[in-house]
């Protein structure tokens, strides 16, 4: 079960879009504002995340060139 942990968490968030626009999909009217709050929800996680990447990466990149500049 841990081996699969990290797999289902990675997809809760694109399973969340795709049960939002599922169900805006199956709702008529005003109803379909309902689907709204789990598509934002799962766009929001997936943009933090992608932006929480780029910020260590950028990191990482920063202390391997400060270490290079120590060497040289």
Known sequence: ?????????????????VLAIVASQHREGRERSQALPPLLVGSGLIISAAAGRRR?????????QASRQKRF
């Open 56 to 64: 260590h990466r950028g990191r990482l990149l920063e202390a391997l």
């Open 1 to 17: 079960m841990k081996r699969w942990l990290p797999l289902l968490a990675s997809l809760g968030a694109p399973l969340l879009i």
